[in-house]
């Protein structure tokens, strides 16, 4: 095995572990000392949304602001405040989008709906595509006339007799 097979081989392995060790959250001067606080704590980045990232948790997210957030919630949970008030407290300054499951209201219920409503639009393009197929597979095609049939008549002749 040449050096660069070698290195192709370990490279997919180096670069996860990499990526692995880069999101790894919470940072160790983040832990709270008592475990009940910093398991709440956990729990509630869990289910908040990373503004930066925004497919991540603040948990998982490596991202400076995510980073901040989990402080924010660990500052309010020492302070004394529910779990239910840290995320208002978070919500009201990001807005329902820093939840990771935002609640169903009438401002959220087209993100909520959204999915549905593309698989329909979906399934209906697909039942029109096969409706359109299944009419022009259906109708067959017109008769020559006779004009048509003498011209082809005609064709095939003088093709033969080449």
């Known amino acids: 095995m040449t050096l660069r097979q070698l290195l192709r081989a370990l490279l997919p392995a180096l670069l996860l572990a990499l990526a692995t060790a880069a999101t790894a959250a919470p940072n160790p001067d983040e832990i709270l000392d008592d475990p009940a606080l910093e398991a709440r704590a956990r729990a509630l980045s869990a289910e908040l949304r990373c503004v ?25 949970l020492v302070a004394g405040d529910s779990d239910a008030e840290v995320v208002d407290f978070l919500v009201a300054r990001y807005g329902d989008f820093v939840r990771l499951r935002p ?3 009438g401002s959220t219920l087209l993100l909520w709906a959204s999915p549905l409503i593309l698989v329909g639009l979906g399934g209906i393009g697909v039942w029109l595509y096969l409706r359109g197929r299944r009419d022009d597979q259906a109708a067959a095609p017109a008769p020559l006339s006779p004009e048509e049939q003498a ?10 007799r080449s």
Request: some cysteine.
């Open 52 to 76: 930066v990232c925004q497919n991540e948790s603040i948990d998982d997210s490596g991202a400076p602001l995510a980073r901040d957030m989990r402080r924010l919630v660990r500052e309010r």
């Open 151 to 160: 011209a082809l008549d005609r064709l095939l002749a003088d093709r033969s």
């Open 103 to 105: 609640p169903v209201r």
